[in-house]
């Protein structure tokens, strides 16, 4: 009896913070976001011993009259909503009123601000949420918010942070994030009295891509962007010649907020389809724009975490349009133009303005004007005064401090922040690595059968291939000569094309093969004399496992004795082709990544492989018409600009760049 109490708030207060600030880096985002909130164009975030000792972001934003200044560090105080109902159309980085109280509660606490340099600033200090009295002083309009010795009055807390190193680096990750999410911002970073990276603020978003990570990412992306009904994106992504080794480089910006998104991640892989290779991933940067009323943001006291009405309806959206644009993209750099993202942009608006003009309709029937709506966080903030630029901006006392701590910072950042550079070397590079890859990546498995180029029926392709939404290789290539036994020469308009003649047939077959699946039409052969091949224990289980999927695909398989399997039938296009090394290889990668099971992946091995084998190889003598069919069916194709395995199928050399190159023009 009588145990229950209700809690003091500073004890509430703590429980809050160890939501909401689990260690500096949640610190730093909660205050950048402020800033952010605030319409800030300058934003200098100050770092101490990985924030464990000092963090401080100080903006140029609108600033706090004395009244609310004094609200702002209370629990549940916020000036971003007012009710309930409008927790349903969140605009706003901020919105729970909890980060400045639940801060304050478990530092040392000062908040310098000014709303109106005629009035002048205020500062208030709190220590572990006690407050001192307020005092005056001269501050530039803005605000600067510092948390000093976070977690001191809590040891138990302060015990489980990581070494300073570790803990500037998450922070590092997250000052990243925002300054992707808003590149027309300029930061400033600084850690233990040195600049570390200084990003003005950039027109596009592959000029904030290039400062933040540098040419070496920058290079292999392309730009995208589509729009339908609510929903518009604009970002960079990988070409999928520039997939990378690991999920490192993806990043989703909604509605200006980064988010994580599984979702979301997965639509974008689905874009891709079959144009990645194996165990690669795609580098992507992209800033979503969804309308306030179809995201809720109130999932995670941290807010990185959202949930969309409808999520089924945005990852369709997204993985449709998002392929295209990414097809698109790939015929630009088949064509020789700029593969780099730093130009095209004009000044960064965000993918607002897209959702703005569609007129499509409301996937949830809602009647919300889509006209209406352009993310707050994506507007421009209104001419804020400028905190980096010179003395001047900064009056008074907090001037020195401000100028100290930004001094001439500019191209003194660390090797792994690099800041913008030469462009990117565009077609030439592409052009370089497309060679060495198609001469890298022959799937050759040593088989000297002869040689069976059988002109392809046109009847074949799916309804579509060929149409208005085509984007492929352009039509009128006419083929010249063949180079190397392994490329066919080829002219359109003006320029050189040259086919990789292995790869071009890879995709041309997978095309095929895959639509007859799909419309369960297969061609196939029936043996007389059914060749029999014998599999190791560990395979044989493999195989009988997916016997079903391989019947579906054209492969009746049939065991005999213990480990001994005969093939009744196999896919027609397969014919003289060496059935067990195909088999073999198939199983080599199913061992390796199909224990997950996930049939979608095992039925696209095997048509991977299928077309891979049964494709021409280089080194074998094409004739002229055998070449002008298999242009033919390439120009036909909806995909045709990489084979499966997402090596490029052509390249182009275009007139200016051979009048470039033989100097009859400079
Ligand atoms: P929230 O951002 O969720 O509203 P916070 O505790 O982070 O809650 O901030 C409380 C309020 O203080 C904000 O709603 C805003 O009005 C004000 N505020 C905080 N930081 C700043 C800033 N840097 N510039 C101007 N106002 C700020
Ligand atoms: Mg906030």
Redesign the pocket.
């Known amino acids: 009896m009588g145990q229950i109490r209700v809690l003091p708030d500073s004890v509430v207060n703590q429980i809050a913070a160890g939501e909401v600030v689990e260690r500096p880096a949640a610190v730093v985002k ?1 205050l950048v976001e ?2 952010l ?2 319409g800030a164009s300058q934003i200098a975030v100050t770092l101490k011993e990985g924030g464990r000792e000092l963090i401080s972001v100080l ?1 140029n ?4 009259d004395e009244a ?1 200044a004094g609200l ?1 560090v209370q629990r549940h ?4 909503i007012a009710s309930a109902a409008e927790l349903t159309r969140i605009a706003t980085l ?8 639940s801060i304050a509660a478990v530092s040392r606490f000062e908040l310098v ?1 000014c709303a109106d340099e005629l009035a002048g600033g205020l500062c208030l200090a709190l220590e572990g949420g006690r407050a001192a009295p307020p005092t005056r002083q001269g501050f530039p309009r803005g ?1 600067r ?1 510092t948390c000093g010795e976070l977690f001191f009055n809590t040891p138990a807390r302060r015990k489980f942070l990581r070494s300073a190193a570790t803990e500037f680096q998450y922070a590092q990750g997250v000052l990243a994030q925002l300054a992707l999410a808003h590149p027309q911002v300029h930061f400033r970073i600084q850690h233990n009295g040195r600049p570390v990276a200084s990003w003005p603020g950039a027109a596009s978003l592959g000029e904030r891509v290039l400062q933040v990570f540098g040419p070496e990412l920058h290079e292999g992306l392309a730009e995208v962007r589509g729009a339908e009904g609510l929903l518009a994106f604009e970002g960079l992504v990988s070409l999928p010649s520039h997939a990378r080794s690991s999920r490192r480089w993806q990043y989703l910006v909604l509605n200006g907020r980064p988010i994580r998104s599984a979702g979301l991640n997965h639509a974008v892989y689905h874009a891709y389809r079959t144009l990645l290779m194996k165990d690669r991933h795609p580098a992507f940067i992209l800033h979503l724009s969804l309308h306030p009323e179809e995201v809720d943001v109130n999932v995670h006291p941290a807010k990185s975490e959202v949930r969309l009405r409808n999520p089924q309806w945005a990852h369709t959206v997204l993985a449709d349009k998002l392929h295209k644009s990414l097809l698109e993209a790939g015929r630009r750099q088949a064509l020789g133009e700029r593969a780099g993202a730093a130009d095209g942009y004009g000044e960064w608006t965000g993918p607002a303005r897209q959702v703005a003009d569609s007129s499509a309709p409301n996937p949830s029937g809602d009647p919300l004007s889509s006209t209406a709506f352009i993310p707050r966080v994506l507007a421009s903030p209104g001419a804020p005064a400028p905190i980096f630029e010179g003395p001047a901006a900064i009056s008074g006392t907090e001037g020195t401090a401000c100028e100290a701590a930004f001094g001439p910072v500019a191209g003194a950042v660390s090797g792994a922040m690099r800041p913008a550079s030469a462009a990117a070397g565009g077609a030439r590079a592409g052009w370089l690595a497309a060679a060495g890859a198609a001469q890298a990546g022959e799937c050759g498995d040593g088989e000297a059968a002869a040689f069976h180029f059988q002109p392809l029926a046109r009847g074949v392709l799916p309804p579509g291939a060929g149409g208005q939404e085509t984007l492929a290789l352009p039509h009128n290539v006419h083929v010249l000569s063949q180079l190397h036994t392994a490329y066919i020469l080829a002219q359109r308009d003006g320029a050189l094309v040259v086919i990789d003649q292995h790869a071009a047939h890879e995709r041309i077959l997978f095309e095929q093969y895959r639509t007859q699946f799909l419309a369960g039409s297969l061609k196939t052969e029936r043996f007389l004399v059914p060749p029999t091949f014998e599999l190791s224990a560990q395979n044989g289980v493999l195989l009988e496992q997916y016997l079903p999927q391989w019947k579906k695909l054209g492969f009746e398989l049939e065991s005999f004795g213990r480990n001994g399997f005969l093939v009744r039938e196999a896919p027609a296009l397969l014919a003289g082709r060496d059935l067990k090394a195909l088999i073999l290889e198939v199983l080599d990668e199913l061992a390796l990544f199909g224990k997950s099971g996930r049939l979608e992946e095992v039925v696209n091995e095997i048509l991977e492989r299928v077309a891979c084998h049964a494709a021409i190889r280089a080194g074998m003598t094409l004739s002229r018409p055998e070449m002008e069919a298999l242009v033919a069916q390439l120009e036909q194709l909806e995909i045709n600009l990489y084979c499966p395995h997402g090596r490029p199928v052509w390249i182009e050399v275009g007139e200016r760049e051979l009048e470039k190159r033989f100097k009859r023009i400079v």
């Open positions: 909660e402020n800033a909130d605030a903006d934003g609108r600033g706090m609310d702002a105080a916020t000036s971003k901020g919105f729970r009123g909890e980060a400045l109280a601000t605000t918010v």
